[in-house]
């Protein structure tokens, strides 16, 4: 049976990992039943990362001559994640553009966004854009949206789910008050570069 990926339905998934209505720095937080299975997950997921690891090879392999960095944290955020720049992007250059897949282990269930950053004097700019992403970033998510489908069977979010919130629910990682976070927040990260 095919997990339910409805707004509401992942709303009801995240309150099963952390607690309502604690903050991170609360002891009760890393006590509860909700933090302690979370931290369950997570360690067992460092444990088994095999298919993981084979997958950002693949992207290797998928995407010659583009630099790719694997930035999954597990011991703090419940997803995979991995960036893919654009051709041309060169270690230590003035522009850095790329396309990050983010993979959930709450949920089959991933998002894509773009990153953008140059910095070249006062020509200094940074931004991220969720889908529909500017024209020169979409050869590379429809890449990665094709190849997390078909090894991990995954589906994408919705702009408009990732970005309900879950008010009384506050995630391991980031910066926010009770009714800050998203269920981006929960299901990946809040930190996004």
């Keep these: 049976m095919k997990q339910e990926l409805t707004a509401d339905a992942l709303v009801r998934l995240v309150h099963r990992y952390y607690p309502s209505g604690v903050l991170i720095d609360e002891p009760r937080y890393k006590d509860s039943e909700e933090a ?18 084979r997958f950002v090879r693949r992207l290797h392999d998928e995407f010659p001559g583009c630099m790719l960095w694997d930035r999954t944290l597990l011991q703090h955020d419940p997803c995979y994640i991995c960036q893919v720049a654009l051709p041309g992007v060169a270690m230590g250059g003035d522009r850095y553009d790329a396309v990050v897949c983010m993979l959930s282990l709450l949920a089959p269930a991933y998002a894509l966004y773009a990153t953008h950053t140059l910095d070249a004097g006062a020509l200094s700019e940074s931004w991220i854009r969720f889908p529909p992403l500017p024209p020169e970033f979409q050869a590379h998510e429809a890449k990665l949206a094709e190849l997390i489908e078909s090894t991990f069977g995954f589906t994408c979010l919705s702009n408009d789910v990732l970005s309900t919130p879950v008010p009384e629910l506050r995630p391991r990682t980031g910066h926010f008050a009770l009714g800050g976070a998203r269920l981006i927040d929960c299901l990946f990260t809040p930190n996004r570069i």
């Design 36 to 53: 302690q299975r979370l931290e369950k997950l997570l360690q067992d997921r460092m444990q088994h990362m095999n298919d993981w690891e």
